[in-house]
């Protein structure tokens, strides 16, 4: 995913071109990770580009900037409103979103009270993060021989680049020991998720989450999955897993704003289930992809169109019940 270097860059409430788009050196985000983020996505559909759960993005990127007291001149409906220009500004019909809220330049020091809180949204084109493919055949990932933070180090509530440091070894330890991914386990041991997707699994056609006590991301796709699961009729469980649930379990399946919901054929060469995709996360998947590419309605108010005009006329009846934001 290497970026193009064109287009616009919000930065402090301007729009400037890609290559301005600079901090300093000495900024304090840069040496002690004081930077608090989300990742969305805008989807191109039939009645227009939508943004995904926007709403719920941007309040988690505010939860996460109240947990590292991090007092923003920008309010969520200002960082929303640079969100939707931002796009527009590049005319993207689909895209990735990455809001970022950072201490800036002013002083060195571990106390990040003197330096000014900054904002930025860029935007940029970028297709499924483990391949598309593996949304069809599934990936193969183990077990990270690293833990997720321990409870009162590192808030997992908050999406801060600090903790990326161990995302980053996570998945660094899978790449080099040819995996997709790797699982983390929390510090007792338990099931908790991956370096950049939270996780499910389904036995017996029960299905499994790690609950926000397992140094988990409140995941906006975990949540929308926990919903769509549930008007399918399953029985949705957050439950502390022991790591050897991920053996025997019938299926298991990633999700997240980029891994989408991505099957997991194999933990630790062990195979999942039948070892391909299987018909729970079959059915969320479509259920999903369903949503965001806009070929059922937007029944729970989940798409933001970003466009003048869109959402554009339904085809059919029965689909009337999308509202522009
Ligand atoms: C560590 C971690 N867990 C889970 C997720 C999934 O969260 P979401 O569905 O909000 O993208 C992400 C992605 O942001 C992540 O980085």
Same mark, same amino acid.
């Given at each position: 995913?290497?970026?193009?270097?064109?287009?616009?860059?919000?930065?402090?409430?301007?729009?400037?071109?890609?290559?301005?788009?600079?901090?300093?050196?000495?900024?304090?985000?840069?040496?002690?990770?004081?930077?608090?983020?989300?990742?969305?996505?805008?989807?191109?559909?039939?009645?227009?580009?939508?943004?995904?759960?926007?709403?719920?993005?941007?309040?988690?990127?505010?939860?996460?900037?109240?947990?590292?007291?991090?007092?923003?001149?920008?309010?969520?409906?200002?960082?929303?409103?640079?969100?939707?220009?931002?796009?527009?500004?590049?005319?993207?019909?689909?895209?990735?979103?990455?809001?970022?809220?950072?201490?800036?330049?002013?002083?060195?020091?571990?106390?990040?009270?003197?330096?000014?809180?900054?904002?930025?949204?860029?935007?940029?084109?970028?297709?499924?993060?483990?391949?598309?493919?593996?949304?069809?055949?599934? =990936? %193969?990932?183990? &077990?990270?021989?690293?833990? +997720?933070?321990? /409870?009162? *180090?590192?808030?997992?509530?908050?999406?801060?680049?600090?903790?990326?440091?161990?995302?980053?070894?996570?998945?660094?330890?899978?790449?080099?020991?040819?995996?997709?991914?790797?699982?983390?386990?929390?510090?007792?041991?338990?099931?908790?998720?991956?370096?950049?997707?939270?996780?499910?699994?389904?036995?017996?056609?029960?299905?499994?989450?790690?609950?926000?006590?397992?140094?988990?991301?409140?995941?906006?796709?975990?949540?929308?999955?926990?919903?769509?699961?549930?008007?399918?009729?399953?029985?949705?469980?957050?439950?502390?897993?022991?790591?050897?649930?991920?053996?025997?379990?019938?299926?298991?399946?990633?999700?997240?704003?980029?891994?989408?919901?991505?099957?997991?054929?194999? =933990? %630790?060469?062990? &195979?999942?289930?039948?070892? +391909?995709?299987? /018909?729970? *996360?079959?059915?969320?998947?479509?259920?999903?992809?369903?949503?965001?590419?806009?070929?059922?309605?937007?029944?729970?108010?989940?798409?933001?169109?970003?466009?003048?005009?869109?959402?554009?006329?339904?085809?059919?009846?029965?689909?009337?019940?999308?509202?522009?934001?």
């Amino acid at each position: 995913m290497s970026f193009t270097g064109t287009g616009k860059i919000w930065m402090n409430g301007s729009l400037v071109d890609w290559a301005d788009a600079k901090i300093h050196i000495a900024s304090h985000v840069v040496h002690y990770g004081s930077a608090v983020f989300e990742g969305a996505r805008c989807y191109e559909t039939p009645r227009g580009s939508a943004c995904f759960q926007l709403d719920a993005h941007m309040r988690r990127l505010m939860d996460s900037a109240r947990i590292y007291r991090m007092d923003s001149s920008f309010d969520q409906a200002t960082l929303t409103a640079a969100v939707l220009d931002t796009i527009r500004a590049n005319e993207h019909k689909a895209c990735y979103i990455r809001p970022i809220v950072y201490r800036g330049y002013h002083a060195l020091g571990v106390n990040p009270f003197p330096c000014p809180v900054d904002a930025a949204v860029l935007t940029w084109e970028w297709g499924a993060y483990l391949g598309p493919e593996a949304l069809e055949k599934g =990936v %193969d990932v183990q &077990v990270s021989s690293w833990s +997720r933070a321990a /409870p009162n *180090t590192f808030p997992t509530l908050a999406k801060t680049s600090a903790n990326y440091a161990n995302s980053q070894l996570i998945k660094m330890e899978a790449v080099v020991q040819g995996y997709s991914e790797g699982i983390a386990l929390d510090s007792f041991g338990y099931i908790s998720e991956g370096s950049g997707q939270n996780l499910f699994l389904v036995r017996d056609e029960v299905i499994y989450t790690p609950p926000l006590s397992s140094a988990v991301l409140p995941g906006i796709t975990r949540n929308s999955i926990v919903t769509i699961a549930r008007d399918l009729g399953f029985q949705v469980k957050e439950e502390v897993m022991p790591r050897e649930m991920l053996y025997i379990a019938d299926e298991a399946f990633f999700v997240g704003t980029a891994a989408e919901v991505t099957p997991i054929r194999s =933990v %630790d060469k062990i &195979v999942v289930g039948a070892g +391909r995709r299987g /018909p729970v *996360t079959e059915a969320l998947q479509s259920g999903f992809f369903d949503i965001i590419n806009g070929e059922k309605p937007d029944r729970y108010g989940w798409l933001t169109y970003v466009y003048p005009g869109e959402p554009r006329q339904a085809v059919g009846a029965g689909q009337a019940s999308q509202v522009a934001r």
